[in-house]
Each structure stands twice: as C-alpha cells, then as structure tokens.
Nanobody, 115 residues
Framework: QVQLVESGGGLVQAGGSLRLSCTTSRRTFSSYAMGWFRQAPGKERAFVAT???????YYADSVKGRFTISRDNAKNTVYLQMNSLKPEDTAVYYC?????????WGQGTQVTVSS
C-alpha cells in the first residue's frame, strides 16, 4: 500500500498562484508515474497532469502553459505549480501514483479560486 499526502491547497484570487505537493514514504517512488487529477462539484474526476518515472510530462489542454508538474525523487515528492489561476480551476485536487498494476490516490486537497 502506498500512502500519498497532499498539501498546498487553499483560497486564492483569480490570476494568483498555488503550489501543491504530494509526498510518499514509498521507497520505490522514483519508479512510479505520478499525476494530478481534479474533481469539481457535480463533475467527474478529470486528468490535469502527469510525469513519468523519467520526467516526461503531459498536461490537459485546459492547464497547458499555466501549470507545471515536477518531481523530486530525493524527497519522494511531486509538485504541481499552478499559475494564472481561474475560477474554473476550483476543485479538489488528487495526487495519483501508478506503476502497473498498482494505482494509488491521495485524500485530496481543496483549491478555490475566487473571481
């Protein structure tokens, strides 16, 4: 079992920035693909960004150019830097760790962007 602990959510005005962090004690963290997903009220959970074990990154079109995912394997941590935030970015953000056939989720952190 992999425990993922997210932090960094909060309330920010439109145009502002936040950085989310997701930390695990898993020793094999560097082997996992790590990702961020979000779920807005009344909507399904949606893909935001992912970073592979060798740091290839992929983004949803809605966040491309505004969000940056990165990882620090020495700290077993993945980050999501969110800039130019919009009210439509408001959601619970979830960290994900995937290494076939395993797939783990964090508990989520709330991000609220006011207009």
């Amino acid at each position: 079992q992999v425990q993922l602990v997210e932090s960094g959510g909060g309330l920010v005005q439109a145009g502002g920035s936040l950085r989310l962090s997701c930390t695990t004690s898993r020793r094999t963290f560097s082997s996992y693909a790590m990702g961020w997903f979000r779920q807005a009220p009344g909507k399904e959970r949606a893909f935001v960004a992912t970073i592979s074990w060798n740091s290839n990154t992929y983004y949803a079109d809605s966040v491309k150019g505004r969000f940056t995912i990165s990882r620090d394997n020495a700290k077993n941590t993945v980050y999501l830097q969110m800039n130019s935030l919009k009210p439509e970015d408001t959601a619970v953000y979830y960290c994900n760790a995937a290494l076939y056939p395993d797939n783990y989720w964090g508990q989520g952190t709330q991000v609220t962007v006011s207009s």
